[in-house]
């Protein structure tokens, strides 16, 4: 990126008919884009050959029944050769786009609250980022695994470069970084609600925020500077190609680009929201706002809109309403200003504002660098709401209405969030019962709404309202301050219960079993060059002997004993079937907390896989099997072998009994996420080996969950096992899981 330049307008495109919420430069054609609006469309704009300066509309995507809020674009492969497009909306949903059709060719569905922020990584995994709270991963049309941390909306995703690395930014003021699906990470500094996500290099990102604050991070947890210059929300980022230069856009009605760490340029718009950016492959820049107008600046001279557009476009600006209220131009007291002399005098950097005042009106100036003049920028009133498009923030969510509702004289108000586009009747009902209110309130309630919301179709709330239960006019428009969008969210993603099925077909191996470590085991050339006896394996493992010389506390034998008489199979039906199996796997989970004793999380981890030996316990554990491996696998860090290789035991009898079975692809998924967090960690070779067969087993004849092991970064995880000679096996598993992963 030229440094000597500044940017200037290329072209504005009238796009959409509402705000304009997300833009990604496209993978085909070249120079192309793809723009997503609250109109429920995506648009695809190329450039015009024949006029240098502007984009045409190459195709409108529909499919959302609601806002769209969000687009990322999936590289092109050999199937969809010119990429596919991802976009989520309001109505809880992810649509894929191609090119060639103007519906989608298939919708993911699991989000429980729009969707308002994706990202795209290698191998066509997609990550989407939810008001429910969860950020997902999605390979073709299955969702893997879901990512569970956050205690508000999702506001921000991004796919680091390094493989399986993901970050998720949150209303809850936090970022956390995610590998192979488990939190390896939280980042705090943010005092409010995290917008936007960038990355830098494998190493760092930026972050940005309704703080109205940049951060710049290191993966491994440091902040290591703050940006300040924005006075008001920061909704995106975009990163140039140096890795170091990047733009900004946010609620104060600019776009800024920063050069060398400091803001160099700062260009106003007539709009009051700036919602989205992204940096075009010849390095322009393409800005979306509220007004539904897609503007593009550019620093080639020979791209720069006609002298008629540049100034079309400056009295557009200086007709624009500025409501002090949005933060961006201090207190303001008409008395104090200066006059038009004022501006005689130059400004000192480049988006400097001065305002003036012309009698008994206040207008507001930006001092341009590039053409060394104050250009006005608009006229200064005490509010707007023809132009004031900000909707009000509540829990971290955006609305176009927050009422106060008091229900006891005197006593706090309850808030009533509500978009335009819901049914009021609907909405009254879910405020009664998430406040335990009367449904008898239910009429009253919904007329309010309605009666409030008369003529508005968008924007901010009326100034006044009725409360509908004391007929008071309590309700006052909320600002988004400061103080708001990052509470608990109400609407918290459930637990995902898959349940298992049994595997039909065994697979037996030639020659001796390579977990008990027999004499009649042999690593010829024969065998590693042709035959793989390590998996799928869908026989059980379990754990036979017992031991009696350990007795630290009582709980000690009891489990020896136990585990082993789960293998019986009338002991099996006993414990493990109804009730009694819920009341028992409750228990050993219990006792798997990370601060028990190292002999008892142990046991329970084997009692766990001798129960695989019957119908019963299969099935139970099949069942529990999200929180079973949810909180083994938070064993990974007790430093213990014993126990190491029992998880890797448990991870393989999960890995067996999926084999054979597609459609278990969430379930397979988090067979590999424990799998790799454990690898990350064990030193183990026998614990190794096993957790290398639990791989092969799990990708074996699947070909999404392969895509999913490659997009988690498995292959350069375990490849430095393949040079293990003590014990063979281990070298010579983990190149079979490799070959496979090919």
């Known amino acids: 990126m030229s440094g000597s330049n500044s940017f200037r307008l290329r072209c504005s495109l009238a796009a959409h008919e509402m705000d304009v919420r997300g833009l990604a430069a496209a993978s085909f054609p070249h120079g192309a884009f793809v723009s997503v609006s609250r109109d429920r469309t995506a648009r695809v704009w190329v450039p015009n050959p024949s006029e240098n300066q502007v984009f045409t509309e190459m195709h409108c995507m529909n499919g959302h029944s609601n806002f769209v809020s969000c687009v990322c674009i999936i590289a092109p492969n050999e199937t969809y050769p010119r990429g596919l497009i991802a976009t989520g909306g309001h109505d809880n949903n992810i649509c894929v786009f191609s090119l060639d059709r103007p519906d989608p060719l298939f919708t993911l569905k699991g989000h429980k609250n729009t969707v308002c922020t994706l990202s795209a990584g290698k191998f066509g995994t997609i990550l989407s980022g939810s008001w429910d709270t969860t950020a997902k991963v999605w390979l073709g049309e299955k969702c893997m695994m879901t990512l569970q941390g956050h205690s508000a909306a999702v506001w921000a995703v991004v796919i680091l470069p390094e493989q399986g690395l993901m970050l998720s930014g949150s209303a809850d003021k936090t970022i956390k970084l995610w590998k192979a699906g488990r939190c390896e990470n ?41 940006y300040y210059g924005h006075t008001n929300y920061i909704y995106s980022l975009a990163v140039f190609p140096n890795g170091q230069d990047f733009i900004s856009t946010g609620e104060d009605r600019t776009l800024r680009i920063w050069r060398k760490g400091e803001c160099s340029q700062t260009i106003r718009l007539p709009a009051q929201s700036v919602w989205c950016c992204c940096i075009l492959p010849d390095g ?208 918290t993603g459930g637990g995902r219960y898959i349940p298992g099925s049994e595997s039909t077909g065994r697979v037996s191996s030639s020659g001796a079993d390579p977990f008990t470590g027999g004499s009649a085991y042999s690593s010829s050339s024969a065998l590693k060059a042709t035959t793989n006896i390590f998996f799928p394996n869908t026989d059980g493992v379990m754990f036979e002997q017992a031991n009696t010389t350990q007795i630290l506390d009582i709980v000690f034998p009891v489990l020896d004993i ?69 909180r083994s696998g938070d064993l990974c860090a007790v430093s213990n072998k014993n126990i190491h290789v029992a998880l890797a035991t448990l991870v393989l009898n999960y890995a067996g009994r999926l084999y054979g079975q597609p459609t278990e692809i969430e379930a397979k998924a988090q067979c590999l996420s424990v799998a790799s967090t454990a690898l990350e960690v064990v030193q183990d070779k026998e614990a190794i080996f096993r957790l290398l067969v639990a791989l092969g087993t799990t990708v074996a004849g699947d070909s999404t969950a392969k895509d999913l092991a490659r997009s988690l970064g498995v292959n350069s995880q375990i490849s430095k096992y393949a040079r293990v000679s003590d014990p063979a096996k281990v070298g010579e598993c983990c190149r079979l899981v490799l070959d496979e992963l090919q």
């Open 186 to 226: 939280t980042y705090t500094g943010h005092e409010d609600c995290v917008r936007g996500l960038a990355v830098i290099s494998d190493m760092e990102f930026f972050s940005c925020s309704n703080d109205a604050s940049i951060r710049r991070w290191m993966v491994t947890g440091e902040c290591v500077q703050v």
């Open 562 to 630: 136990l585990r082993l008489a789960v293998r019986h199979p009338e002991v099996n039906a006993q414990l493990c079937g109804g009730t009694e199996g819920s009341s028992l796997c409750n228990h050993l989970l219990g006792l798997m907390s990370p601060e028990g004793r190292p002999a008892n999380q142990m046991l329970a981890l084997r009692t766990l896989c001798n129960c695989f030996s019957g119908s019963h316990g299969r099935a139970l554990l099949l069942g529990q099997r999200d929180a079973v491996l949810s």
């Open 284 to 491: 322009d820049i393409a800005v979306g706002a509220s007004d539904g107008i897609i503007r593009v600046f550019t620093e080639s001279q020979e791209r720069v809109a006609s002298a008629q557009d540049l100034q079309a476009f400056e009295d557009e600006l200086s007709k624009a309403i500025i409501d002090p209220k949005t933060g961006d131009l201090g207190d303001i007291k008409i008395e104090d200003l200066p006059g038009r002399e004022h501006l005689n005098e130059p400004g000192n950097r480049d988006g400097q504002t001065r305002l003036i005042k012309e009698g008994s009106n206040v207008e507001a100036y930006q001092w341009s660098m590039s053409d060394g003049r104050w250009v006005k920028i608009g006229d200064v009133v005490g509010g707007s709401s023809q132009q004031n498009s900000k909707r009000v923030m509540y829990e971290g969510k955006e609305y176009d209405f927050v009422f106060s509702i008091d229900v006891n004289e005197g006593g706090p108000g309850l808030k009533l969030p509500y978009n335009v586009t819901d049914d009021p009747w609907l909405t009254a009902h879910n405020f009664l019962e998430k406040n335990d209110l009367s449904p008898m309130f239910l009429d009253q309630v919904a007329n309010f709404i309605i009666e409030n919301t008369k003529g508005h179709t968008l924007g901010p709330a009326p100034t006044s309202a009725t409360d509908p239960f004391t007929g008071a006019g309590r309700y006052i428009p909320g600002s988004g301050g400061g103080d708001q969008g990052f509470g608990a969210d109400p609407f």
